[in-house]
C-alpha cells in the first residue's frame, strides 16, 4: 500500500521561512517526478514546484524567488523550502510522486502566515 506524508507544516509569521517534507513508502515501479500544490482557502489547487528524476525543476515564475524544491532519491523525500512567506501563501499544501505504475497524492499539510 502507498503512503504518502507531508510534513513541516504550521504557523508562522509573515517574512518567515518554513520547510515542508515529504516521504512516500509502498510505490511500485520507478519515481518520474516528485511536485508540490497548494490550495488555498476556497481556490482550486495549483502548482507549486516539481523535480524530475534527473533533476529538473520548474517553479512558476510568481514564485521562484522564495520557494524551492529539493530531494533525496535515495529516501524517496521530497522537500519544499519556502522563504520570505507572505499571508497570501496561507495554503493546504499537498504532495505528490509521479511514478510508472501510477500517481500518488499525500494528505496535504496546513501552512498558515500570519502576524
Known amino acids: 500500500q502507498v503512503e504518502v506524508v507531508e510534513s513541516g507544516g504550521g504557523v508562522v509569521q509573515p517574512g518567515e521561512s518554513l520547510r515542508l517534507s515529504c516521504s512516500a513508502s509502498?510505490?511500485?515501479?520507478?519515481?518520474?517526478?516528485m511536485a508540490w500544490a497548494r490550495q488555498r482557502p476556497g481556490k482550486a489547487r495549483t502548482f507549486v514546484a516539481s523535480i524530475l528524476n534527473t533533476g529538473r525543476i520548474n517553479i512558476p515564475d510568481s514564485l521562484k524567488d522564495r520557494f524551492s524544491v529539493s530531494r533525496d532519491g535515495n529516501e524517496n523525500t521530497v522537500y519544499l523550502q519556502m522563504a520570505s512567506l507572505k499571508p497570501e501563501d496561507t495554503a493546504v499544501y499537498f504532495c505528490?510522486?509521479?511514478?510508472?505504475?501510477?500517481?500518488?497524492w499525500g494528505k496535504g499539510i496546513s501552512v498558515t502566515v500570519s502576524s
Open positions: 509502498g510505490i511500485v515501479g520507478s519515481i518520474e517526478h
Open positions: 505528490n510522486f509521479g511514478a510508472t505504475e501510477g500517481s500518488y
